[in-house]
Each structure stands twice: as structure tokens, then as C-alpha cells.
């Protein structure tokens, strides 16, 4: 099974701020990887596909990128309502498989 | 709009059975693949099955294999999971999933989820 590290397991961070989650698949998974922001009580909400595709209606303040097998999710200003857990999930094949998630927390 | 409503959550014995459902509204069910997904209590996400569009394949993750089953019926927009020999560790919410694009590249419709608690 591929293996997916997420870090930080947690951020604290201000309203503005940059914030950077990094995860790290085990094995090459091209771009197949997605990101989900998830709030207490909430389903998971789908934020990136393929890596880098931004899914409709998310604000353009979150990007992905990758470089080997390493992935990131930026948040380029925090708002308000982007306190919340985020996960990644490697699309790359069967067992689909998250990371440990990362809570992004108000400083 | 597009929504997946999962209902049959409870409590069961542990080696008891639950049959949970997910009915579709607002999208044509089957041209889908479907999953399942949960997440124990205060823990992250487990993938733990998938079917596609016409039931014609079904996946599912090691730790439900053989008691788990994974099912569809797209004449009523609706996706099933069948629990067998139930856990303590089944407990979650279970959540009914869309998965999106044509490689499979992300789940973008979820479920409100429904609880699931396994004690005696």
C-alpha cells in the first residue's frame, strides 16, 4: 500500500498568514493526488485534484504543487473560514489512501 | 443539487450485521463509480470500498475484505454496504462518496455520514 505522510500534524497560524502542508507519498504516484479540507462535525470538501487543478468554487488562495513524490497545499492569505483539518489522498491506485491529516488552528 | 444522503447507522453488537444505504439525487447516478469512506472517532479518513458505474468491479480495503460488501442500484440512485461480523473496530462514520473524473482523481460528493458504533 502507498504510504501517505502529512506534515505538519498541526499549524497555528493568524489570519493572513501563509500556510504551507506538505505530504509525502512512499512511492511515485505522479500527480494522482488530491487535497480535502474538512471542519468539526463536516463531511471532507474536495480543494485539489491532480495535484495542482483547482476543483470549482474554491478560492484561488489555495494552490497545490508537486516535485517527486512530494506534494504541497498553500494557502496563500488564511481567512476565517480556513480553520480547519486538511487531508491529502493518493489517487494513484487501489488501496486509496490518506494522510494522517493536518489542523490548522488559530494562533 | 447534487447530494448523497446515507442512512442505517446505529449501534450493533460486536459479530453483529448493518446494512447501510446512500440515496443520489441531482446527478445521474450511473455514470458514477461509487466508494465508501469512513472515520473513527476523532481519527483521520480510511478508504474502504468501491464500485463503478455498472457493477461490473468492486474494490475493497484489507481490513473489510470478505466481511464487508459493496453494492448498487441505479435504477434507484442508491448505493448500499452490507457489514458483516462486525468490530469494535468498525466503529465510525461512514460515509457514502462520489469519486470524480475520469481517473478516478478525487471524491468530490460526500455524504452528511451516518454513525456506526459497535459495542456490546
Known amino acids: 500500500d502507498i504510504q501517505m505522510t502529512q506534515s505538519p500534524s498541526f499549524v497555528s497560524a493568524s489570519v493572513g498568514d501563509r500556510v504551507t502542508i506538505t505530504c509525502r507519498a512512499s512511492?511515485?504516484?505522479?500527480?494522482?493526488l488530491a487535497w480535502y479540507q474538512q471542519k468539526p462535525g463536516k463531511a471532507p470538501k474536495l480543494l485539489i485534484y491532480a495535484a495542482s487543478s483547482l476543483q470549482s468554487g474554491v478560492p484561488s488562495r489555495f494552490s497545490g504543487s508537486r516535485s517527486g513524490t512530494d506534494f504541497t497545499l498553500t494557502i496563500s492569505s488564511l481567512q476565517p473560514e480556513d480553520f480547519a483539518t486538511y487531508y491529502c489522498?493518493?489517487?494513484?491506485?487501489?488501496?486509496?489512501?490518506f494522510g494522517g491529516g493536518t489542523k490548522v488552528e488559530m494562533k | 443539487q447534487e447530494q448523497l444522503v446515507e442512512s442505517g447507522g446505529g449501534l450493533v453488537k460486536p459479530g453483529g450485521s448493518l446494512r447501510l444505504s446512500c440515496a443520489a439525487s441531482?446527478?445521474?447516478?450511473?455514470?458514477?463509480?461509487m466508494s465508501w469512506i469512513r472515520q473513527a472517532p476523532g481519527k483521520g479518513l480510511e478508504w474502504i470500498s468501491y464500485i463503478n458505474g455498472r457493477s461490473t468491479f468492486t474494490k475493497q480495503a484489507d481490513s473489510v475484505k470478505s466481511r464487508f460488501t459493496i453494492s448498487r442500484d441505479n435504477s434507484k440512485s442508491s448505493l448500499y454496504l452490507q457489514m458483516n461480523s462486525l468490530r469494535a473496530e468498525d466503529t465510525a462514520v461512514y460515509y457514502c462518496?462520489?469519486?470524480?473524473?475520469?481517473?478516478?482523481?478525487?471524491?468530490?460528493?460526500w455524504g452528511q455520514g451516518t454513525m456506526v458504533t459497535v459495542s456490546s
Open positions: 512511492q511515485g504516484i505522479n500527480n494522482w
Open positions: 441531482g446527478f445521474t447516478f450511473s455514470g458514477y463509480s
Open positions: 462518496v462520489r469519486v470524480w473524473g475520469d481517473s478516478d482523481e478525487g471524491f468530490d460528493i
Open positions: 489522498q493518493q489517487a494513484n491506485g487501489f488501496p486509496y489512501t
